[in-house]
C-alpha cells in the first residue's frame, strides 16, 4: 500500500528529557545532540525517511487526514543517545480515551486509532534509521569502564 499525501515539514525538536517519556529509556548525559538532528531532518533526512514510509505504511489517506488535523507530526522528537549509539525517538500519539475526549470527529474505531499510532512509531523509526546511516557522522563518546565481565 502506498500513502500518497504531500510530505509535511519536518518536526522542531524540543528540550525535553527523554528520560520523561513513557516509551524511550535513555541512560546518557544532557548532549541530545537536537540542533544538529534538526538540520539533517531540515536538509533531507525527514523528506527521505517520510518517502519511504508512505511506499510501505498502512495508514490510510483518511487516516493521516486525522494525523494532519492534529499536527501529531509536530510533536515528533529526536534525539542522540549517546551510551546506545543511537538516534532516540518519541512519537506522537492518540490516548487511550481518545472516544471520551472527542478528540477528532472521523475517529469512530480502536482500528484507525491503533493504526495511527503504529504509523508513527513506524515512521519515527525510519527516519531514526535514515538519520544514523546517511546523516550521523560522530560516534558514541561513551566508554565502557573497565572492570566490565567479558562475556566473550
Given at each position: ?43 533531507g533526512a525527514w523528506a527521505e525517511a517520510f518517502e519511504q514510509w508512505t511506499k510501505t505504511t498502512e495508514v490510510s489517506e483518511s487516516e493521516w487526514a486525522v494525523v494532519t488535523d492534529l499536527d501529531l507530526v509536530s510533536r515528533f522528537d529526536f534525539f542522540w543517545d549517546d551510551f ?69
Amino acid at each position: 500500500m502506498t500513502l500518497d499525501v504531500a510530505t509535511p515539514d519536518p518536526p522542531k525538536l524540543s528540550a525535553v528529557d527523554p528520560a520523561e517519556y513513557d516509551d524511550a529509556e535513555v541512560i546518557a548525559d544532557d548532549d541530545y545532540r537536537r540542533d544538529e538532528l534538526g538540520e539533517f531532518l531540515q536538509s533531507g533526512a525527514w523528506a527521505e525517511a517520510f518517502e519511504q514510509w508512505t511506499k510501505t505504511t498502512e495508514v490510510s489517506e483518511s487516516e493521516w487526514a486525522v494525523v494532519t488535523d492534529l499536527d501529531l507530526v509536530s510533536r515528533f522528537d529526536f534525539f542522540w543517545d549517546d551510551f546506545a549509539d543511537r538516534v532516540g525517538y518519541h512519537a506522537p500519539g492518540l490516548p487511550e480515551d481518545w472516544k471520551e475526549r472527542e478528540i477528532h470527529p472521523d475517529l469512530d474505531s480502536w482500528s484507525h486509532v491503533s493504526s495511527i499510532n503504529a504509523g508513527l512509531t513506524e515512521l519515527g523509526q525510519i527516519v531514526c534509521d535514515v538519520l544514523k546511516e546517511e546523516y550521523v557522522d560522530w560516534e558514541a563518546d561513551f566508554e565502557a569502564p573497565d572492570d566490565l565481565p567479558d562475556f566473550g
